[in-house]
């Protein structure tokens, strides 16, 4: 059964666009079959099964450590699926990996419909 989770990227109250976010996990969703929606600044990320998904939690830690040191302020972390929203504020660049599979995990579930004329596959 096919499982998925979104995630959005937000700073001092502004959503961030994920086009880097892309760019740090595409060889890793175009060699695991994952497939990636866009909806404005959300990401909906769709595996074969969970353990392909949470492959995903080492670049989308990094490339969110990263983008904490880019611009020295907050940077929110959004997880979304069907328990809900989760949000990481901040974490300790040697902890993020496992804090990130953990949302992963707890946020993965029954995709969303991706024909919804507002989601746009990017992968």
Do not use: K
């Not at 666009?17 to 060889?27: G, I, S």
């Not at 953990?102 to 992968?123: M, W």
Request: charged share 20%.
């Amino acid at each position: 059964m096919r499982v998925g989770f979104g995630v959005s990227v937000s700073s001092q109250g502004e959503t961030i666009d994920p086009t880097d976010l892309l760019f740090a996990v595409a060889p890793l969703v175009q060699s695991r079959g994952i497939e990636v929606h866009r909806s404005g600044n959300v990401l909906w990320f769709t595996g074969p099964q969970l353990s392909s998904l949470v492959e995903l939690a080492d670049p989308l830690a990094r490339w969110w450590q990263d983008a904490v040191r880019v611009v020295d302020h907050q940077v929110d972390f959004r997880f979304v699926g069907p328990a809900g929203l989760d949000t990481i504020s901040y974490c300790q660049p040697d902890l993020a990996p496992e804090l990130v599979r953990h949302f992963i995990e707890h946020n993965s579930g029954p995709p969303s419909d991706t024909s919804s004329a507002s989601l746009h596959r990017v992968f």
